[in-house]
């Protein structure tokens, strides 16, 4: 199952690192409903429950979010479901409160209208991913946070120097 689990966590991460490099916060939404379905798939494998929660809540959030606008409501009910979900499930661990944690900041914050700002949340929660990755011997997915932090600074910084240079042709 540990092979099944990092076959399945390699597809997720090749998307998960690509989507580092999406600008716009619609598309990167929609991507990540495939990433998530991989994602779950290795984690299913693996045994790590929550991390199968978290990324099929998140399928179903982000679907919805694409389509309606996110409301206190919405959000309120996504985090709760999850919540309920991983402890009926058994998350009563610390590592199991990881994917939890990142999954309820990521959709708190998803009516955050500056492209910069959302992906340093993505890059916060990523942060809360690699060490549950890590404990359950996703080597793959593991490897793919660390290199997804770094593509979502370089997102980061071709948004920035795009920002700069239109701010200097409108001069």
């Given at each position: 199952m540990l092979l099944l689990g990092n076959i399945a966590a390699f597809i997720g991460c090749i998307l998960m690192v690509a989507i580092g490099l999406v600008k716009k916060k619609e598309h990167i939404l929609t991507a990540q409903c495939f990433q998530f379905a991989f994602m779950g798939l290795g984690n299913l494998a693996l045994g790590a429950t929550?991390?199968?929660?978290?990324?099929?809540?998140?399928?179903?959030?982000?679907?919805?979010?694409?389509?309606?606008r996110s409301t206190t409501?919405?959000?309120?009910?996504?985090?709760?479901?999850?919540?309920?979900?991983?402890?009926?499930?058994?998350?009563?661990?610390?590592?199991?409160?990881?994917?939890?944690?990142?999954?309820?900041?990521?959709?708190?914050?998803?009516?955050?209208?500056?492209?910069?700002?959302?992906?340093?949340?993505?890059?916060g929660t990523q942060v809360l991913w690699t060490v549950y990755d890590l404990h359950y011997k996703n080597y793959v997915a593991f490897t793919f946070?660390?290199?997804?932090?770094?593509?979502?600074?370089?997102?980061?910084?071709?948004?920035?120097k795009e920002q700069k240079r239109f701010k200097a042709i409108k001069r």
């Open positions: 929550a991390g199968v929660i978290s990324n099929m809540i998140s399928i179903v959030r982000n679907l919805v979010f694409t389509r309606v409501a919405l959000k309120i009910g996504f985090i709760a479901v999850q919540a309920v979900l991983t402890l009926i499930t058994g998350g009563t661990a610390l590592i199991e409160w990881l994917p939890v944690t990142a999954v309820v900041v990521y959709t708190w914050c998803l009516d955050i209208k500056s492209d910069v700002a959302f992906k340093l949340v993505i890059l946070d660390l290199l997804t932090m770094v593509s979502t600074v370089l997102g980061i910084f071709r948004i920035k």
